[in-house]
């Protein structure tokens, strides 16, 4: 499959915002995130940063990112256990989304989530 790129521009306030926008991949068991650079704020009493710079099980990441926060910037990759990049995410600016797909199914699979559809389909894309 030749690599999908898709780009959105999402408004992101205060929620589940990164949840929401991976959820279609949420079941993946055999995925690994690596998060390369991360600022997120997480609401409570010291704002504390969500996601750290290391690698997570889908599971794990699934767990820390199903809370209520605030996506400033956001660069991390997803593997299958293979080894094989099969994704990059890009969020910059709050709220400007990229992302790079090399596999047709984690495509598919990503694009029925609720944010993405909803945007496509808003758009005229879907």
């Known amino acids: 499959m ?14 589940e915002y990164l949840y929401n926008l991976l959820n279609g991949l949420q079941e993946e068991k055999e995925l690994h995130w690596m998060i390369n650079y991360s600022e997120i704020l997480k609401k409570e009493n ?12 889908n599971g794990d990441l699934f767990k820390r990112i199903k809370t209520v926060c605030y996506v400033i910037q956001l ?5 299958c256990k293979d080894g094989m990049e099969v994704m990059h995410l890009r969020i910059s600016d709050s709220s400007y989304v990229e992302i790079w797909m090399s596999d047709k199914y984690i495509f598919d699979k990503l694009i029925r989530g609720n944010i993405i559809s909803d945007y496509l389909r808003e758009h005229g894309m879907n």
Do not use: H, T
Request: no cysteine; aromatic share 20%; glycine share 4%.
């Open 2 to 15: 030749n690599e999908k790129y898709i780009e959105l521009e999402i408004p992101n306030e205060w929620g």
């Open 75 to 79: 660069d991390m990759y997803a593997y």
């Open 46 to 57: 010291d704002f504390s940063e969500l996601l750290e710079e290391k690698i997570y099980e």
